[in-house]
């Protein structure tokens, strides 16, 4: 079964850094983009970064371009989201996501990790 499992949300003050991490199992790392998405209170999901299988090509929010930094480790199946001079405004509940073919039915299925918490608070 594929599973995403993050870590490393907490809370710091503005201007601090965090790592948040995602650990991949149940389907061919390799083959697959990973992307981070985050909710925060009272409000709907927003897409914050992508990275392609090979991480060769990587995309940002405009809300976080120059603050994160999004990489993965394909030996590790572990993809990592940077965050440096955090804000209040990032604090939200960090999701891992990806989109697997199913191997049976060929169909695209999208999975979603349990999220991790991040507070920026002074």
């Known amino acids: 079964d594929v599973q995403l499992v993050e870590s490393g949300g907490g809370l710091v003050q503005p201007g601090e850094s965090l790592r948040l991490s995602c650990a991949a199992s149940?389907?061919?790392?390799?083959?697959?983009?990973m992307t981070w998405v985050r909710q925060a209170p009272g409000k709907g999901l927003e897409w914050v970064s992508s990275i392609t299988r090979h991480g060769d090509n990587v995309t940002y929010a405009d809300s976080v371009k120059g603050r994160f930094t999004i990489s993965r480790d394909n030996g590790k199946n572990t993809v990592h989201l940077h965050m440096n001079s955090l804000k209040p405004e990032d604090t939200a509940v960090y999701y891992c996501?990806?989109?697997?073919?199913?191997?049976?039915?060929?169909?695209?299925?999208?999975?979603w990790g349990q999220g991790t918490q991040v507070t920026v608070s002074s």
């Open positions: 996501n990806t989109v697997v073919r199913n191997y049976r039915t060929l169909v695209p299925e999208e999975y």
């Open positions: 149940g389907f061919p790392f390799t083959w697959y983009d």
